[in-house]
T-cell receptor, first 111, second 114 residues
Framework: DAKTTQPPSMDCAEGRAANLPCNHS???????VYWYRQIHSQGPQYIIH???NNETNEMASLIITEDRKSSTLILPHATLRDTAVYYC????????????FGKGITLSVRP | EPEVTQTPSHQVTQMGQEVILRCVPI?????FYWYRQILGQKVEFLVS????????KSEIFDDQFSVERPDGSNFTLKIRSTKLEDSAMYFC????????????FGPGTRLTVL
C-alpha cells in the first residue's frame, strides 16, 4: 500500500470548516483513499473513501487532486465532538486487504 | 444501523493466562479482522479471516494467537499465554466482501495483563 503523509496536528474553531490534508504521492491506480477517525481510544470510525472523483456524504467531503497524489478531507461545520485523530489510508483494492494505519492528524476543535 | 460489537469491554488477566476476546461482526459480512493498539501507538493489523480460514496475518500474530468463528455469529481471538506486552486495545472489524468495501470497527476490548 502507498504511504501517506499527514501533518501531526491542526486546530480549527467550532462551526468553521476543517480541511485536513493528506499526501499520497506514490498512490497507484487501483488504490482507494480512505479516511477514518478515532475519538480517544474508541474503535476507528469510517468517514469516507474515494478513488478518483470527489465524494460527499453526511459526515464530510473528500477532495482528491486530479493526479491523485494528495487529498483533503473537509468537515464543513466542525463541532467539539469532531476532536479526534484522523487517519488517511491508501488501500489496494482486493477483497481481503488490510488497513495500514499511520499516526494520523490530531484535530482539535476549539470553542 | 448494524454495528460490530465486542465483549468484554475490559479484561484484566494475569500473565500466562489464556484469554478469549469476542466479537459479533455485522450479520451479512464475510471478512473479519483483528487489530490492536498499544497505548499511545498506532493501530496495528493482526489477522484477517475469510471462509473459515486465515487469509493474512502479521508478524505479531504468532503461535500464541488463534482465531475462530465457532458459530454463525461470533468471531473470537484467543491469546494462549498472555504476556505483559499483550496489554492493548483489541479491535474487531468486518467487511461485506466486495473489493473496495469498507471495514467497520467495533468499540474494542481493553486487555490489561498484570
Amino acid at each position: 500500500d502507498a504511504k501517506t503523509t499527514q501533518p501531526p496536528s491542526m486546530d480549527c474553531a467550532e462551526g468553521r470548516a476543517a480541511n485536513l490534508p493528506c499526501n499520497h504521492s506514490t498512490i497507484s491506480g487501483n488504490e482507494y483513499v480512505y479516511w477514518y477517525r478515532q475519538i480517544h481510544s474508541q474503535g476507528p470510525q469510517y468517514i469516507i473513501h474515494g478513488l478518483k472523483n470527489n465524494e460527499t456524504n453526511e459526515m464530510a467531503s473528500l477532495i482528491i487532486t486530479e493526479d491523485r497524489k494528495s487529498s483533503t478531507l473537509i468537515l464543513p461545520h466542525a463541532t467539539l465532538r469532531d476532536t479526534a485523530v484522523y487517519y488517511c489510508i491508501v488501500r489496494v483494492t482486493g477483497a481481503n486487504s488490510k488497513l495500514t494505519f499511520g499516526k494520523g492528524i490530531t484535530l482539535s476543535v476549539r470553542p | 444501523e448494524p454495528e460490530v460489537t465486542q465483549t468484554p469491554s475490559h479484561q484484566v488477566t494475569q500473565m500466562g493466562q489464556e484469554v478469549i476476546l469476542r466479537c459479533v461482526p455485522i450479520s451479512n459480512h464475510l471478512y473479519f479482522y483483528w487489530y490492536r493498539q498499544i497505548l499511545g501507538q498506532k493501530v496495528e493489523f493482526l489477522v484477517s479471516f475469510y471462509n473459515n480460514e486465515i487469509s493474512e496475518k502479521s508478524e505479531i500474530f504468532d503461535d500464541q494467537f488463534s482465531v475462530e468463528r465457532p458459530d454463525g455469529s461470533n468471531f473470537t481471538l484467543k491469546i494462549r499465554s498472555t504476556k505483559l506486552e499483550d496489554s492493548a486495545m483489541y479491535f474487531c472489524a468486518s467487511k461485506k466482501g466486495r473489493a473496495g468495501d469498507t471495514q467497520y470497527f467495533g468499540p474494542g476490548t481493553r486487555l490489561t495483563v498484570l
